[in-house]
């Protein structure tokens, strides 16, 4: 299953962007969908992570209180409304998806890089 990004783009710091995540023909529903960033040089950061089946959402302690994770009611897209921006959020953010029936946080990086289904990331670039 490919999942497809979209939503990333250049904005000023203190600004907003909604990432959206889909995939074709796929429901949410009992699936976890995480949504990851990476720099080039540093490894993948895990951003939030939600469960659309039982609302479940975690986030990094980077971006709590800035970012919010949230899925469709038809349960088929994932959003990720990032908002008060900092030049340190600039990544290639991926959403990945994996069958899930444990919580988020059961499911690590390496769970969704051996099992998970991928984007191919959308570019976040955030100014000073």
């Known amino acids: 299953v490919q999942l497809v990004e979209s939503g990333g783009g250049l904005v000023q710091a203190g600004g907003s962007l909604t990432l959206s995540c889909a995939a074709s023909?796929?429901?949410?529903?009992?699936?976890?969908v995480t949504w990851f960033r990476q720099v080039p040089g540093k490894e993948r950061e895990e951003v939030s992570c939600i469960r659309p089946g039982t609302s479940e959402t975690i986030y990094a302690d980077s971006v709590k209180g800035r970012f919010t994770i949230s899925s469709d009611n038809a349960k088929t897209r994932v959003f990720l409304q990032m908002n008060n921006l900092k030049p340190e959020d600039t990544a290639v953010y991926y959403c990945?998806?994996?069958?899930?029936?444990?919580?988020?946080?059961?499911?690590?990086?390496?769970?969704?890089?051996?099992?998970?289904?991928w984007g191919q990331g959308t570019r976040v670039t955030v100014s000073s």
């Open positions: 990945a998806a994996v069958g899930a029936n444990l919580s988020c946080g059961y499911y690590t990086d390496s769970y969704y890089r051996n099992y998970g289904s």
């Open positions: 023909g796929l429901i949410f529903d009992d699936y976890a």
